[in-house]
C-alpha cells in the first residue's frame, strides 16, 4: 500500500522569499512521484515528476523537487515565490499496477503575500 | 494535441435527486480513465478508474457509481444524491508512454441542497 502526507497544510511566505513544500511516502515498490498545482476552481496541472535518474527534478515555473530515498521525501522548493503562485499543491505517488493510479496527499495551500 | 472536457461547470441539485457528470478525451485511444472527487478542504480521493470500454473499478463504497459507454467517455452517476455527495469532481485521463502521469480535466463543482 502507498500513502502521501503533506506535512504543512497551510504555507503563507512573502513574494520573492523562498519556499519549501514538504512531502513524505511510504511505498513498498518503485517509486514514482509527482507534484499537481491546483489554482482556485480549477483541474491540476503537472509541476513535476521524479521516475528514475537524477534525484533533483526541475519542473515548470521555476519549481524543483528532490527526491531522497533514505529520507523518503520528495519535497518542493521554489527559490523566489510570486504572488501568481499562490495555490493549493498535491504531492502524488503512483503504483506500477495496471491501472497506474496516483494516491494523492491532502494538500498544502500556498498563500504568497504581498 | 489531446484535450478532456467535463460537463457541467456547476451544478446544483437537492438531496435525493439523480447525478449524472460527463466527461470526454479528445486526441488519444484507449486511455485510463479517473474520477477523482475534492471535498472542502481536503485532498483528492479516488472513486473510480477504468482501463477499458466496460470495465470499472471502484475504490470505495459510496453511492455512486461510473460508466465507460465508448473509449474516451467516462460518466459518473447517482439515483439519489445524499448531502454528503457534495465536492468538486475531477475526471482525468492516463494514456500512451506517459508513465503514470495523469491530466486533469476542469471539474465540476457539485453543491447537494
Known amino acids: 500500500a502507498q500513502s502521501v502526507t503533506q506535512l504543512d497544510s497551510q504555507v503563507p511566505v512573502f513574494e520573492e522569499a523562498p519556499v519549501e513544500l514538504r512531502c513524505n511516502y511510504s511505498s513498498s515498490v518503485s517509486v514514482y512521484l509527482f507534484w499537481y498545482v491546483q489554482y482556485p476552481n480549477q483541474g491540476l496541472q503537472l509541476l513535476l515528476k521524479?521516475?528514475?535518474?537524477?534525484?533533483l527534478v526541475k519542473g515548470i515555473n521555476g519549481f524543483e523537487a528532490e527526491f531522497n530515498k533514505s529520507q523518503t521525501s520528495f519535497h518542493l522548493r521554489k527559490p523566489s515565490v510570486h504572488i501568481s503562485d499562490t495555490a493549493e499543491y498535491f504531492c502524488?505517488?503512483?503504483?506500477?499496477?495496471?491501472?497506474?493510479?496516483?494516491?494523492f496527499g491532502s494538500g498544502t495551500q500556498l498563500t504568497v503575500l504581498p | 494535441s489531446q484535450t478532456i472536457h467535463q460537463w457541467p461547470a456547476t451544478l446544483v441539485q437537492p438531496v435525493g435527486s439523480p447525478l449524472s457528470l460527463e466527461c470526454t478525451v479528445e486526441?488519444?485511444?484507449?486511455?485510463?480513465l479517473y474520477w477523482y472527487r475534492q471535498a472542502a478542504g481536503r485532498g483528492l480521493q479516488l472513486l473510480f478508474y477504468s482501463v477499458g470500454i466496460g470495465q470499472i473499478s471502484s475504490e470505495v463504497p459510496q453511492n455512486l457509481s461510473a460508466s465507460r459507454p465508448q473509449d474516451r467517455q467516462f460518466i459518473l452517476s447517482s439515483k439519489k444524491l445524499l448531502l454528503s455527495d457534495s465536492g468538486f469532481y475531477l475526471c482525468a485521463w492516463r494514456g500512451g508512454r506517459a508513465w503514470n502521469e495523469q491530466f486533469f480535466g476542469p471539474g465540476t463543482r457539485l453543491t447537494v441542497l
Open positions: 502524488a505517488v503512483g503504483s506500477s499496477g495496471s491501472a497506474r493510479q496516483l494516491t
Open positions: 521524479y521516475l528514475s535518474g537524477s534525484t
Open positions: 486526441g488519444t485511444s484507449n486511455p485510463n
